[in-house]
């Protein structure tokens, strides 16, 4: 009964059933979400603030709500050896949820609580702000259909070290752009973080090249003229 249907990432093609009959029978695209440039407005909250412009330390940000296919849990075990080796690495969890306290009691059980930080949810007026701010984002989720986690830092120019899901399968380029890990090792992880903290410089250049790759592809202006041209086309 459908006129086409729209995947917005390889991913989601992949993922769903008889995508590829959908794509037989001419209907099937693939068109993603866009980004585009808010102001940068730093936070109310000055301790995070704070942190965020301290240039001492390394950030790395999570925005997920705690739920179970987010791997909070799993993305804790992976850094609590890095995070004990590396005083000054800072990892920041915003967002809420129904395993929010679990999280942050796992946090307290692991003696991480100064350096992992779970401020509740940041408003959107300042997530393009900390995620500017912020050296490198984690994404540790076990499926997305696109993925804005992914594309939003890399269009502010900070690089993603990431699962292979949604989007990031596409943009998230290892040694160029940021790190792909399968979501079941917790090793790659680890190694993509810990080359990420002794190598700032070479981290920066990750985030410039995030930036040229999706600036002009996937601002709102591009994919824009694309669904147009989809409407026009039916």
């Known amino acids: 009964y459908c006129d086409s249907v729209n995947f917005q990432s390889d991913y989601a093609t992949d993922i769903f059933l008889n995508s590829g009959r ?43 709500q705690f739920h179970p296919h987010k791997s909070h849990m799993w993305l804790l075990d992976a850094l609590k050896e890095v995070l004990g080796k590396n005083d000054n690495v800072r990892v920041v969890f915003s967002g809420d949820g129904s ?25 959107r007026a300042f997530v393009p702000w900390i995620l500017d701010q912020a050296d490198c984002v984690l994404v540790a989720s076990r499926t997305e259909t696109f993925g804005h986690n992914f ?32 979501s079941t090792s917790k090793v790659q992880l680890r190694k993509a973080v810990e080359f990420s903290i ?24 591009t994919v824009a003229r694309r669904y147009v041209d989809l409407f026009r086309s039916m």
């Open 22 to 64: 959908v794509f037989r029978a001419g209907i099937g695209y693939t068109i993603p979400l866009g980004c585009s440039t808010p102001p940068f407005i730093p936070p109310r909250d000055e301790g995070l603030k704070k942190l965020f412009e301290d240039e001492q330390l390394v950030k790395f940000v999570y925005l997920a």
């Open 99 to 123: 395993l929010i306290g679990k999280v942050k009691a796992r946090v307290d059980h692991l003696r991480l609580s100064r350096q992992v930080l779970c401020p509740g949810r940041i408003d």
């Open 151 to 182: 594309l939003e830092p890399m269009f502010f120019g900070t690089p993603v070290i990431g699962t292979d899901v949604g989007i990031g399968r596409e943009i998230v380029r290892d040694y160029q752009t940021g790190f792909l890990i399968k």
């Open 198 to 221: 002794r190598n700032p410089e070479k981290l920066k250049c990750y985030g410039a090249n995030a930036q040229a790759l999706v600036r002009d592809a996937y601002s709102w202006q």
